[in-house]
Protein backbone atom coordinates (compact mmCIF):
# COMPACT_ATOMS: atom_id res chain seq x y z
CA UNK A 1 0.00 0.00 0.00
CA UNK A 2 1.19 3.47 -0.97
CA UNK A 3 0.55 6.98 0.82
CA UNK A 4 0.18 8.73 -2.59
CA UNK A 5 -2.44 8.36 -5.81
CA UNK A 6 -2.58 10.58 -8.77
CA UNK A 7 -5.79 12.49 -9.95
CA UNK A 8 -7.13 14.79 -12.55
CA UNK A 9 -9.41 17.74 -12.78
CA UNK A 10 -11.00 16.63 -15.75
CA UNK A 11 -11.70 19.47 -18.86
CA UNK A 12 -15.64 19.32 -17.85
CA UNK A 13 -15.11 20.59 -14.14
CA UNK A 14 -12.69 23.38 -15.28
CA UNK A 15 -14.43 24.73 -18.07
CA UNK A 16 -17.32 25.06 -15.33
CA UNK A 17 -14.83 26.74 -12.98
CA UNK A 18 -15.40 24.00 -10.13
CA UNK A 19 -10.80 23.56 -9.62
CA UNK A 20 -11.05 24.98 -6.51
CA UNK A 21 -13.86 23.84 -4.71
CA UNK A 22 -12.91 20.10 -5.98
CA UNK A 23 -8.99 20.31 -4.65
CA UNK A 24 -10.38 22.39 -1.43
CA UNK A 25 -12.23 19.69 -0.95
CA UNK A 26 -9.71 16.85 -1.34
CA UNK A 27 -7.30 19.45 1.09
CA UNK A 28 -9.80 19.13 3.68
CA UNK A 29 -9.99 15.50 3.20
CA UNK A 30 -6.56 15.29 4.55
CA UNK A 31 -4.63 15.31 1.43
CA UNK A 32 -1.49 17.17 0.43
CA UNK A 33 -0.42 18.02 -2.94
CA UNK A 34 3.16 16.53 -4.01
CA UNK A 35 2.57 17.88 -7.58
CA UNK A 36 -0.12 20.40 -9.04
CA UNK A 37 0.22 21.09 -13.59
CA UNK A 38 -1.82 23.03 -15.48
CA UNK A 39 -2.17 21.01 -18.92
CA UNK A 40 -4.02 20.47 -22.04
CA UNK A 41 -3.39 17.19 -22.93
CA UNK A 42 -3.26 16.70 -27.11
CA UNK A 43 -4.93 13.73 -28.51
CA UNK A 44 -1.94 11.25 -28.68
CA UNK A 45 -0.90 12.59 -25.36
CA UNK A 46 -4.78 11.78 -24.29
CA UNK A 47 -4.85 8.68 -26.22
CA UNK A 48 -1.51 7.48 -24.80
CA UNK A 49 -2.81 7.98 -21.06
CA UNK A 50 -5.95 6.09 -21.82
CA UNK A 51 -3.85 3.63 -23.99
CA UNK A 52 -5.38 0.90 -21.61
CA UNK A 53 -8.89 1.14 -23.29
CA UNK A 54 -7.91 1.21 -26.63
CA UNK A 55 -9.81 -1.88 -27.71
CA UNK A 56 -13.36 -0.59 -25.29
CA UNK A 57 -15.86 1.28 -27.59
CA UNK A 58 -15.65 4.76 -25.78
CA UNK A 59 -12.11 5.15 -26.41
CA UNK A 60 -12.43 7.71 -28.93
CA UNK A 61 -14.66 9.59 -27.41
CA UNK A 62 -12.96 9.50 -24.07
CA UNK A 63 -9.57 11.01 -25.70
CA UNK A 64 -11.77 13.22 -27.32
CA UNK A 65 -13.25 14.92 -24.11
CA UNK A 66 -10.37 14.97 -22.60
CA UNK A 67 -8.22 16.39 -24.90
CA UNK A 68 -11.23 19.24 -25.18
CA UNK A 69 -10.00 21.42 -22.50
CA UNK A 70 -7.37 22.11 -19.74
CA UNK A 71 -7.23 19.77 -17.05
CA UNK A 72 -5.40 19.77 -13.18
CA UNK A 73 -3.03 17.04 -12.82
CA UNK A 74 -1.85 16.08 -9.07
CA UNK A 75 0.26 13.74 -6.97
CA UNK A 76 -1.52 13.45 -3.77
CA UNK A 77 -0.52 12.05 -0.52
CA UNK A 78 -2.43 10.54 2.39
CA UNK A 79 -1.96 7.76 4.12
CA UNK A 80 -4.06 4.92 2.38
CA UNK A 81 -3.70 7.39 -0.45
CA UNK A 82 -5.65 5.01 -3.41
CA UNK A 83 -8.53 3.40 -1.34
CA UNK A 84 -9.58 6.88 0.66
CA UNK A 85 -9.14 9.10 -2.92
CA UNK A 86 -11.41 6.58 -4.39
CA UNK A 87 -14.04 6.89 -1.50
CA UNK A 88 -13.78 10.65 -1.72
CA UNK A 89 -14.34 10.86 -5.51
CA UNK A 90 -17.53 8.56 -5.53
CA UNK A 91 -18.88 6.24 -8.08
CA UNK A 92 -18.14 7.01 -11.40
CA UNK A 93 -21.99 7.66 -12.29
CA UNK A 94 -22.24 10.30 -10.08
CA UNK A 95 -26.10 9.32 -10.08
CA UNK A 96 -25.13 6.47 -7.80
CA UNK A 97 -22.48 8.08 -6.45
CA UNK A 98 -22.66 9.06 -2.41
CA UNK A 99 -23.53 12.33 -0.81
CA UNK A 100 -20.74 14.31 -0.12
CA UNK A 101 -18.45 12.94 -2.91
CA UNK A 102 -16.92 15.51 -5.80
CA UNK A 103 -18.51 13.21 -8.43
CA UNK A 104 -22.27 13.53 -6.80
CA UNK A 105 -21.02 17.54 -6.03
CA UNK A 106 -19.39 18.20 -9.43
CA UNK A 107 -19.99 15.40 -12.20
CA UNK A 108 -22.56 15.58 -15.36
CA UNK A 109 -22.73 12.03 -16.20
CA UNK A 110 -20.45 9.15 -16.43
CA UNK A 111 -18.82 10.37 -19.17
CA UNK A 112 -18.13 13.94 -17.81
CA UNK A 113 -17.36 12.84 -14.32
CA UNK A 114 -15.33 15.55 -13.14
CA UNK A 115 -11.89 13.92 -11.71
CA UNK A 116 -9.72 11.03 -12.20
CA UNK A 117 -8.41 8.76 -9.53
CA UNK A 118 -6.30 6.19 -9.66
CA UNK A 119 -7.39 2.41 -8.96
CA UNK A 120 -4.32 1.07 -7.59
CA UNK A 121 -1.01 1.79 -6.08
CA UNK A 122 0.53 0.22 -9.19
CA UNK A 123 -1.59 2.83 -11.19
CA UNK A 124 -1.13 5.70 -9.05
CA UNK A 125 2.59 5.34 -9.50
CA UNK A 126 2.44 4.81 -13.66
CA UNK A 127 -0.12 7.42 -14.14
CA UNK A 128 1.74 10.27 -11.45
CA UNK A 129 5.09 9.48 -13.81
CA UNK A 130 2.87 10.16 -17.30
CA UNK A 131 2.14 13.82 -16.05
CA UNK A 132 5.62 14.70 -13.97
CA UNK A 133 9.49 14.30 -13.58
CA UNK A 134 10.91 13.99 -9.89
CA UNK A 135 11.83 17.31 -10.24
CA UNK A 136 8.20 17.89 -10.29
CA UNK A 137 7.55 16.24 -7.52
CA UNK A 138 7.69 17.30 -3.23
Known sequence: MSNRTFTMIKPDATSKGDTGAILDQIIKAG???KALK?????KEQAGEFYAIHKERAFYGELVEFMSSGPIIAAILEKENAVADFRKLIGAT???LAEEGTIRKKFAASIGENAVHGSDSDENAMIEGDFFFSKLERF
Open 31 to 33: FSI
Open 38 to 42: WIKLT
Open 93 to 95: NPA
